[in-house]
């Protein structure tokens, strides 16, 4: 008897601690759908939010030039702003959780210079590193950020890719990419090197329906994976020793978080350009929210992703009106005021 | 059942910590490893959990050979308690304990009995009222128990405890010392623990394995193979064993003392000084 009401006891103590981290996932994936509406209500022409949900809804009676504003530029915007900055988010926390460290990011193993090195190409040499017509800088930019990725594994391999070692090897590789990058730009023409610069800062607007079907589907496939391994991911935080202790096989989740972290980042890097700070911060602010239970930070992690890039793009178009302002340069002025508010405002340590 | 024959274990090759080392703990038995800083006594704890391969030598942990079995499968069986452990300071204490179950299935999906038997293991350590506290708010002696609390939770044939009571008063010492002991002899556990107080070692104990060097230097029941000169021998401190009220304990004497030269001053029969 004194057993049953124990463990009775014991469900209501799990059950408090669920429910606070269920209030805060679902509350915050509330603001998605006002800043989702607002994303694609606000632009260079105007659209009333009431002309936005019935465009949204397949009205017929509305005019030609609506029907074309938000279907072909405003949706895709606004849902490549939800869908990267979840996998940002989403990449970040996974580098985190396998680098151990909080300052760890997509772009902590040199990702971005690799791809943005991979883009430079083209634009100077006109190499195309897969033979494919269209897109070249595209999937140059993927080919070398996945290349960059595969030798961080390869060298880390050598000395049990440990934390330290990935950290290191990533660091290396990266610091080797920003210098070729920074060759080929000394090499580049005027015009080249503009290009090569406004491809680099990040933009949105390069959205496209079958980019957003690639990273949706990037993003379902890792996202699901991960919040499978949850328990796993949440055991390395306490070291590989102990993590070993409770049965995971330390090299293969991190080896499998590190792929997914590295598809989810070079894909948003090669499709919409170099955008900081969010998978950095998205993380930190979902982890003061619900804790360390990965069940709900690999989730919770994606939602203020979304919602910090969703802000970002609101926020670049109202800066200066008449002006889309490159989103990589908005996410910090952005997210930093709201981040450091998070941190001074949370007495307690946290990481 | 725990046989180790013939162990030579180390970090690298050529430097063995561990060096010739043979025990065997049976269904229900408790070994106390004891010995100095640097003896080997983790080491064997990491072998027989499978984090380190051996050298050289036998292992069979619950009939398994720990360096050729999946961290799953031991993981299952296995209970290990580290010293301390590095945790993330949002880590809630029921989370951790739960930590321990879910960790080796795989799966995100918790089930009530997780819950439930994670809960109990904490009441039955006395620290239930821990269960929705952050690890980082708790004391060295209080996460000590909550890391017993997850290997205990797991129900495992086979308990490593690497100095479980280091950090905890000296009620909590012996409170958590016979817990272990009756769950072993109740349950059916193999458990090795690896001390620093000997006397501890000795009150809950079946055997002990005295280290020195990487070497066996005495193994058996306490009061068979441990002596004022086996003590001396392993940790230069000169020592006496005297059974008091039937009890064997192990009184260290040391001429550095800055309390030298009392006179017997029927220090047992004085009150507390107010």
């Given at each position: 008897m004194a057993t049953h009401s124990l463990a009775k006891q014991g469900l209501v103590v799990y059950h408090r601690l669920t429910r606070r981290r269920r209030l805060a996932l679902a509350a915050t994936t509330l603001t998605l759908i006002p800043l989702f509406l607002l994303d694609i209500s606000i632009g260079p022409t105007p659209i009333g939010l009431k002309d936005v949900l019935n465009v949204l809804a397949g009205c017929h009676s509305c005019s030609e030039t609506l029907h074309t504003i938000v279907w072909s530029i405003r949706l895709p915007v606004a849902l490549a702003a939800i869908v990267t900055g979840a996998s940002l988010g989403l990449a970040g926390l996974l580098m985190q959780t396998i680098l151990d460290n909080p300052l760890a990011s997509p772009y902590t193993l040199g990702v971005s210079s690799a791809a943005a090195f991979g883009a430079a190409l083209f634009y100077v040499f006109a190499v195309k590193i897969l033979p494919i017509a269209d897109h070249a800088a595209t999937l140059n930019a993927f080919a070398f950020a996945a290349f960059a990725c595969w030798l961080v594994y390869c060298i880390s391999r050598f000395k049990g890719f440990t934390p330290e070692t990935l950290v290191l090897a990533g660091i290396a590789i990266g610091s080797l990419f920003h210098a070729l990058l920074a060759f080929v730009e000394y090499l580049a023409s005027e015009e080249t090197l503009q290009a090569i610069v406004f491809w680099m800062f990040g933009s949105l607007y390069k959205a496209t329906w079958s980019k957003l079907a690639v990273s949706i589907a990037v993003l379902l496939a890792t996202a699901s994976t991960a919040v499978y391994a949850a328990w796993k991911l949440e055991a390395l935080r306490l070291g590989d020793d102990v993590a070993q202790s409770l049965g995971v096989d330390v090299k293969r989740v991190r080896l499998l978080a590190f792929a997914s972290s590295a598809l989810l980042t070079a894909v948003s890097v090669s499709f919409y350009g170099i955008i900081g700070f969010v998978g950095l911060v998205a993380p930190h602010m979902a982890r003061i929210l619900v804790g360390e239970d990965h069940r709900f930070l690999i989730p919770q992690s994606m939602v203020m992703g979304a919602a910090l890039l969703s802000a970002a793009s609101i926020a670049c178009k109202t800066i200066s009106p008449g002006a889309v302002i490159p989103i990589g340069i908005v996410t910090s002025f952005i997210g930093v005021p709201f981040f450091l508010a998070l941190i001074v405002a949370k007495k307690r340590r946290y990481w | 059942m725990i046989v180790v024959e013939r162990l030579w274990a180390g970090?690298?090759?050529?430097?063995?910590?561990?060096?010739?080392v043979s025990f065997r703990v049976g269904v229900g038995e408790i070994l106390a490893i004891v010995g100095p800083n640097g003896a080997g006594k983790s080491t064997i704890l990491r072998c027989l959990a499978g984090f380190i391969k051996p050298l050289k030598g036998r292992i069979l942990v619950a009939g398994l050979d720990p360096s050729k079995t999946p961290a799953k499968t031991l993981a299952k069986i296995i209970g290990y308690v580290a010293p301390d452990v590095k945790a993330p300071p949002l880590l809630t204490v029921l989370e951790f304990v739960m930590l321990g179950r879910l960790a080796p299935r795989g799966s995100w999906k918790v089930d009530s009995e997780d819950i439930e038997v994670s809960y109990e293991t904490l009441a039955l350590l006395g620290?239930?009222?821990?269960?929705?506290?952050?690890?980082?708010?708790?004391s060295t002696g209080q996460r000590q128990l909550v890391l017993l609390a997850q290997a205990l939770a797991k129900k495992p044939r086979i308990l490593l405890l690497d100095e479980p009571t280091a950090s905890l008063d000296l009620k909590r010492q012996h409170d958590t010392m016979q817990l272990i002991y009756d769950l072993t002899k109740e349950q059916g556990i193999s458990t090795v623990v690896v001390h620093h107080d000997l006397n501890l070692a000795i009150d809950y104990s079946d055997k002990v394995l005295v280290l020195n060097n990487g070497k066996v230097k005495a193994y058996g029941a306490p009061e068979e193979v441990l002596s004022s000169k086996l003590v001396q021998e392993v940790y230069g401190v000169e020592a006496k064993l005297v059974v008091v009220d039937g009890l064997l304990r192990i009184i260290t004497l040391t001429n550095r003392s800055c309390r030298r030269g009392l006179q017997d001053a029927k220090l047992e029969t004085r009150g507390p000084r107010n």
């Open positions: - | 970090y690298k090759p050529g430097k063995p910590v561990v060096k010739d620290i239930e009222h821990l269960a929705e506290k952050r690890l980082d708010e708790l």
